[in-house]
């Protein structure tokens, strides 16, 4: 004998429509959900390459700067060596004057 579904007038039927409407809502809540993670989770990955990228650009500038400096002072030293000695004893002033106070 084939079981057939409660007519709608019956108290089970009221039930299992509001349990069906409610696993639809947590269905479409969790599937919104997901979508939100996926959603956050790409903007992070953006962010993370865009961050990695930022510090290889400055990175590279910095490297730039410091070969820069470098070659001026290795100029400097051998052009004017007395000129860079009192440039440096200068710098170290300012330096111990900062650290003291």
Avoid: C, Y
Avoid at 2 to 16: L, V, Y
Avoid at 78 to 94: N, R, S
């Amino acid at each position: 004998m084939a079981e057939s579904t409660p007519p709608r007038n019956q108290p089970g039927s009221t039930t299992h429509e509001i349990k069906q409407r409610a696993t639809d809502q947590f269905e479409r809540m969790a599937d919104n959900a997901t979508e939100q993670f996926r959603n956050v989770a790409e903007q992070a990955e953006q962010l993370a390459n865009r961050a990695t990228e930022q510090g290889r650009v400055a990175r590279a500038r910095v490297e730039q700067v410091t070969g820069n400096f470098q070659r001026a002072l290795d100029k400097s030293v051998k052009e004017q060596p007395m000129a860079t000695l009192a440039m440096a004893a200068a710098v170290g002033f300012v330096l111990g004057a900062l650290w003291k106070s």
